[in-house]
């Protein structure tokens, strides 16, 4: 019994450190999954190579899992030189933010209100042309394909 209970505990510290590192507001779900397409590309040294893997990557990832009516933007942002950021969001076809989440580098954002950050800086913004809302392109080494659900 004393095992079982040890074995709960440390899952429940395992759950709370990973919502720790997940870079999102307090009551928003991480889904590994999808941040491991990150990480699992990162030993490439390459920038084309790196945007091979995560071609195929967020491929296979967002076909099977994105709704139909989304569709996914996401970007490797170099807002600082040598400080990278790994971004993406889902737009759904209305142009509005779905869902964004963001991992490794400084923030860009207000980490007291990164939602809101997040919706100011992508929401209404076009998958293909990412831009601030003044019309300035973001600094973005490359662009992803956008990826449509299969579903």
Known sequence: MQRILAYIALFGLWMLTAQCRSGHSEGEEREPE????????????????????????????????????????AYVWEHIPGDTLRIYVEVDTTGHLAFGGWEGGTSPFDDRDMETDFIHLFDRMPATQPALLDGRPLPIRYVLPVVKSEK
């Open 34 to 73: 999808r941040w491991a397409v990150f990480s699992s590309c990162e030993h490439f040294r390459t920038a084309e190579m790196q945007k091979w893997c995560f071609e195929q990557k967020f491929t296979d990832l967002f076909s099977r899992h994105l709704a139909e009516d989304t569709i996914l933007a």
